[in-house]
């Protein structure tokens, strides 16, 4: 296997702390609409992807929820790609 550009975990982490935050904002922060809207776009963008690379993203996104010390955010790493319809099933 080849080393992974370290620019990826980046961008992956970015893209779920922009997604848990539409998430988890009040209507006053962010219109819900907009929240919806702009997390669907964030999963069709990312179901585009060619399949090896959706595969090395859901890697990326294991590998942060393995690391996660805060409960509550790994739970959320972990059911992020389902929830954002990476993958069609939700393992346990």
């Given at each position: 296997m080849?080393?992974?550009?370290?620019?990826?975990?980046?961008?992956?982490?970015?893209?779920?702390?922009?997604?848990?935050?539409?998430?988890?904002?009040?209507?006053?922060?962010?219109?819900?609409?907009?929240?919806?809207?702009?997390?669907?776009?964030?999963?069709?963008v990312?179901?585009?992807?060619?399949?090896?690379?959706?595969?090395?993203?859901?890697?990326?996104?294991?590998?942060?929820?393995?690391?996660?010390?805060?409960?509550?955010?790994?739970?959320?790493?972990?059911?992020?790609?389902?929830?954002?319809?990476?993958?069609?099933?939700?393992?346990?």
């Amino acid at each position: 296997m080849t080393e992974m550009d370290p620019l990826v975990p980046a961008l992956a982490g970015l893209v779920v702390d922009i997604v848990w935050f539409l998430e988890s904002c009040g209507d006053e922060e962010v219109d819900p609409d907009s929240a919806v809207k702009m997390t669907e776009n964030v999963g069709s963008v990312l179901l585009k992807l060619p399949a090896a690379q959706r595969d090395r993203l859901l890697q990326v996104f294991a590998d942060m929820a393995e690391a996660e010390r805060d409960p509550g955010r790994r739970e959320f790493l972990e059911s992020f790609p389902f929830a954002i319809g990476m993958v069609e099933n939700q393992e346990s």
